[in-house]
T-cell receptor, first 119, second 108 residues
Framework: QVQLVESGGGVVQPGGSLRLACAAS????????MHWVRQAPGKGLEWVTF??????????ADSVKGRFTVSRDNSRNTQYLQMNSLRADDTAVYYC????FGYGAFDIWGQGTMVTVSS | EIVLTQSPGTLSLSPGERATLSCRAS???????FAWYQQKPGQAPRLLIF???SRATGIPDRFTGSGSGTDFTLTISRLEPEDFAVYYC?????????FGQGTKLEIK
């Protein structure tokens, strides 16, 4: 079935780095744009990044621009989020989500991976 | 930048009642890029409505999305116990994607 599985979360010190991965299955990964969305504990949803299906275009929220880098490997059906210069306010559950082409909506979500930035 | 404001913040209703959730955009947006999501505690969000009024796969017809311009509505015609959750509106068009702050639908 259609599935997204995130991995790579954990505890990291302020200023540190972490790389998340999102493995896709059940659909043609290379045909779809992909997003990362995060949710701080007890808070609402915040969009983080979008990468085009072929990886040629990328969008970032202002809050992560210059610190986070999204990439994808279509041969491995996986997208990545490299997070550098992490801050306490980056603490959140990070969700991977599939783009619904033509509508800007997120039609498939992973279960999320928790990132905690703390000393 | 588009700001989405949801109301009310919390809605207390009983099973069987009708729920009306609102979302107002700071300026006019295209219906094509407007969506609603449901999130239950400890779970990932789930897409309910896209294109302002189209139900996503597997979504019951008691969920209806409507609206245009700056005002959008999610209506749940007869609340079932599993409908009590947090609902988010969303506008997504590259390069910016925005969520409302959420409406918590709780059992009265």
């Amino acid at each position: 079935q259609v599935q997204l599985v995130e991995s790579g979360g954990g505890v990291v010190q302020p200023g540190g780095s972490l790389r998340l991965a999102c493995a896709a299955s059940g659909f043609t990964f290379s045909s779809h744009g992909m997003h990362w969305v995060r949710q701080a504990p007890g808070k609402g949803l915040e969009w983080v990044t979008f990468i085009w299906s072929d990886g040629s275009g990328k969008d970032y929220a202002d809050s992560v621009k210059g610190r986070f880098t999204v990439s994808r490997d279509n041969s491995r059906n996986t997208q990545y989020l490299q997070m550098n210069s992490l801050r306490a306010d980056d603490t959140a559950v990070y969700y991977c989500a599939k783009d619904l082409f033509g509508y800007g909506a997120f039609d498939i979500w992973g279960q999320g991976t928790m990132v905690t930035v703390s000393s | 930048e588009i700001v989405l404001t949801q109301s009310p913040g919390t809605l207390s209703l009983s099973p069987g009642e009708r729920a009306t959730l609102s979302c107002r955009a700071s300026h006019s947006v295209s219906t094509s890029y407007f969506a609603w999501y449901q999130q239950k505690p400890g779970q990932a969000p789930r897409l309910l409505i896209f294109g302002a009024s189209s139900r996503a796969t597997g979504i019951p017809d008691r969920f209806t999305g409507s609206g245009s311009g700056t005002d959008f509505t999610l209506t749940i015609s007869r609340l079932e116990p599993e409908d009590f959750a947090v609902y988010y509106c969303h506008h997504g068009r590259s390069p910016l994607y925005t969520f409302g702050q959420g409406t918590k639908l709780e059992i009265k």
